[in-house]
């Protein structure tokens, strides 16, 4: 017994059974006369006549050239394997001719795996196994007279012939993509088979159903119709329209349905209504009245074979109004006995039941060799049509080939017509059985032997896998802290690198508004210098000079009568000695004491300026004239302090030395400070030095800076006052105002 095609492909090697079966069959070939491995490969290569077992054909090709050599122990029992194997694929698992022809090819191939390939030795493991597994089971329905439905299979079978003998030529040939491309096609059209199959057998089902249909409505008329006798009209109107309907309902609606039951329940209304009564009946007659009311209304609901057509349905329901017109009237009605509607035997005979029994047997999807009217057809079981006793069988194609009756189907089977066509597997099995492997115990013993030798591999394989496991997750472990690490410091990187960004822009924002601050200074201190030359060149000189050139001047009075940006010039000759003291009562009744002692040189020059730092006039002695310019720098540098924004960090305060000692200190009852006065603030925890740069009189708001022109405070007349009565402001130098201390003077001269 060949096992199961479930059972098949084996996970085990058959070789041991091979070597107990097989490798005392050759005894007339001795180790010294024994075909090397190259020799029997190359003899397979060369087999000429594909019917012959390959050891007769190997046999053919030595006697032919002389060669008394021969295939000897585990070659010569592998090879007999193969060839008995073979034999048995062809006789059990027989396929059309054409197709049986081209796969004799790859015999000789499969004879060169065995001796080569320890894989050939577990049946359905190898491709070719499975290649021819997957043709035998593809082709099984396969026949010439398919047409164009079968060439593509037949053409697939011949490129994998080709492409699989290409192995004595090429070892390396892919037959596993051999093997894939001939099941791709073989899975593509089973698939479009079975949806051709399942749709004849819908179709055939459906005709099975509308059978049992005609049947069960035949069989309900026929149980109303008998023992009555019936107006021909209404006769005609029940096996026909009416009849037609009921088929319609219990196809809709089942047998069990209620619909089916008030079916059957209007039909006995129906014929109990036109029967003979007594007219002296006065309830039959009301009875008959209410029938001939209701009757019809109910019987258009049922009429569902004429529910397209209302003229059909009017008229079909007016001549049953008419019949019981006509009773009502007390008219004679012809009447007779309707025939039943035929209907097919239910009473199966002896042989039918036999008929019955074979076909039970059968199993949808099995294969058959049925020959029938001189034509042997390779057909599929697809349908049992038990309502008409029929069997139906499709093509390879999945298209309705053949229709059989019970009956007739049986008288083939007896007339040995009918063949089984086994599937599955059958080349793997073949294999198996020639092995030794011929009943399910050997199968199971195989299974257990291989079962155990795989629980060890398995075994090794865990504790490969398992320390492979801890080993890889040590590395990935490695690799996350060395990952964790590297992003650490390129976090830290783009951290400072957004540090350094943000620096430089704020640097570069200084470095802009710096420029700005400056390209503004610079302009108005070229305005002021214009305004200045301008007012110069309009105002008169005041000319000091003496007609004697060895002359002094000694207590000469003045009167300065020029503008703020006239020029005063004061000229002597050389060697001369000028003394030049000026009283000018200056702003507020601040009293400005100037002496000058100018010795007379060539061509000297003399700088006077006040206590501050800044000069305030300038003397010009020679042949040349003598200007002075009163406060230019002064209004520059004022004007530069009163615009000066807060965008460079405040230096650090000026030591302690460049504080002046002269300090006045202030009262807060009466503010008196002008501009350019510095003050000295102790309100911090560390004294401050600054300069009145600003003093908005209507915002009641003053402004100090640094030297360098930064505003360090900003306090309103209030916040002023108040530190001032608390003792934590203090003057320590005023500038003088050459300017208005001019101006005043001009004014007392004048009075």
């Not at 698992?93 to 081209?102: G, K, Q, T, V």
């Not at 029967?275 to 609901?301: V, W």
């Not at 003053?702 to 360090?712: D, M, S, T």
Request: with cysteine; charged share 25%; proline share 4%.
């Amino acid at each position: 017994m060949i096992p199961a095609a479930e059972d098949i492909p084996l996970t085990a090697s058959v070789i041991n059974g091979i070597r107990d079966k097989f490798s005392d069959g050759n005894d007339t070939a001795t180790a010294a006369e024994a075909l090397s491995l190259e020799e029997l490969l190359a003899y397979l290569g060369s087999i000429e006549d594909f019917s012959l077992p390959l050891i007769e054909a190997i046999r053919v090709q030595t006697e032919a050239i002389g060669d008394p050599a021969a295939p000897a122990g585990e070659q010569f029992a592998l090879l007999a394997w193969l060839d008995e194997a073979w034999a048995q694929w062809e006789q059990r698992y027989s396929l059309a001719e054409p197709l049986l022809l081209e796969l004799r090819q790859l015999r000789p191939v499969a004879g060169a795996l065995a001796l080569t390939d320890s894989d050939f030795h577990i049946p359905g493991r190898h491709p070719l196994h499975r290649l021819l597994d997957v043709i035998q089971d593809s082709a099984v329905g396969w026949q010439a007279s398919l047409g164009r439905a079968g060439e593509a299979l037949a053409s697939a079978v011949e490129t994998a012939v080709r492409e699989a003998r290409n192995w004595f030529s090429e070892p390396d040939t892919d037959l596993e993509a051999i093997c894939t491309v001939v099941t791709t096609l073989a899975e593509r059209d089973q698939a479009r088979a079975r949806r051709m199959s399942q749709r004849a057998v819908e179709t055939e089902a459906g005709r099975e159903k509308s059978s049992a249909a005609r049947s069960g409505a035949a069989s309900m008329i026929n149980r109303c119709l008998e023992g009555q006798a019936l107006p021909e009209a209404i006769g005609n109107f029940v096996k026909g329209d009416w009849y037609d309907s009921a088929q319609l309902v219990l196809l809709k609606f089942g047998a069990d349905s209620e619909q089916w039951q008030q079916m059957q329940e209007t039909t006995v209304t129906l014929l109990e209504s036109v029967q003979a009564y007594d007219p002296t009946d006065g309830e039959r007659r009301k009875q008959l009245f209410e029938l001939a009311t209701q009757l019809p209304k109910n019987m258009r609901s049922w009429l569902l074979s004429l529910q397209h057509d209302g003229d059909a349905v009017a008229e079909s329901l007016g001549l049953v109004e008419f019949v019981h017109l006509r009773l009502l009237r007390q008219q004679e009605l012809e009447r007779q006995t309707i025939e039943p509607i035929p209907v097919a035997e239910d009473n199966p005979s002896a042989e039918d039941e036999a008929a019955i029994e074979l076909v039970n047997s059968l199993r949808l999807g099995q294969w058959l060799r049925i020959e029938t009217d001189g034509k042997a057809l390779r057909v599929q079981f697809a349908l049992n049509n038990s309502a008409v006793r029929q069997l139906m069988f499709t093509n390879r194609s999945g298209v309705k080939s053949l229709v059989l009756g019970y009956a007739e189907f049986a008288e083939l089977v007896a007339q040995q017509h009918v063949k089984h066509l086994s599937s599955g597997a059958g080349f793997s099995r073949c294999l198996a059985h020639c092995a030794g492997i011929d009943n399910e115990l050997a199968l199971q013993q195989l299974r257990e032997q291989e079962t155990r030798q795989q629980d060890m591999a398995l075994a090794r394989e865990r504790d490969a896998a398992a320390e492979q496991q801890k080993a890889e997750l040590a590395a990935q472990q490695q690799r996350e802290e060395a990952e964790a690490a590297k992003l650490r410091l390129e976090e830290q990187r783009a951290a400072e690198e957004l540090a350094r960004q943000r620096q430089a822009e704020e640097q570069a924002s200084r470095d802009q508004a710096s420029a700005e601050l400056l390209a503004r200074q610079r302009a108005e201190a070229e305005q002021l210098a214009r305004e200045q030359a301008a007012a110069a060149a309009e105002s008169p000189l005041l000319d000091l000079s003496t007609k004697d050139d060895d002359a002094t001047l000694e207590d000469l009075s003045l009167d300065l009568s020029a503008e703020d940006d006239d020029t005063l010039d004061l000229s002597a000759k050389d060697g001369a000695t000028l003394d030049l003291s000026l009283d000018l009562s200056a702003e507020d009744n601040a009293e400005l004491d100037l002496s000058l002692d100018l010795s007379a040189r060539d061509n000297g020059t003399l700088d006077t300026a006040p206590a501050a730092e800044e000069p305030s006039i300038l003397l010009t002695l020679g042949d040349e004239t003598m200007q002075a310019k009163i406060l230019q720098e002064r209004q520059l540098q004022e004007r530069v302090e009163t615009t000066a924004i807060d965008l460079v960090p405040p230096p650090e305060p000026p030591p302690q030395a460049q504080v002046p000692a002269q300090t006045t200190v202030l009262s807060g009852a009466d503010i008196q400070l002008t501009m350019g006065a510095w003050l000295g603030f102790h309100d911090g925890d560390t004294p401050i030095m600054a300069r009145l740069a600003v003093h908005d009189r209507e915002l009641g708001s003053y402004i100090f800076v640094n030297r360098q022109g930064i505003k360090l405070r900003q306090l309103s007349t209030a916040e002023l006052t108040s530190l001032i009565d608390q003792g934590q402001v203090e003057l320590l130098e005023t500038r003088s105002n050459f300017r208005e201390a001019v101006r005043r003077a001009r004014n007392e001269q004048d009075d």
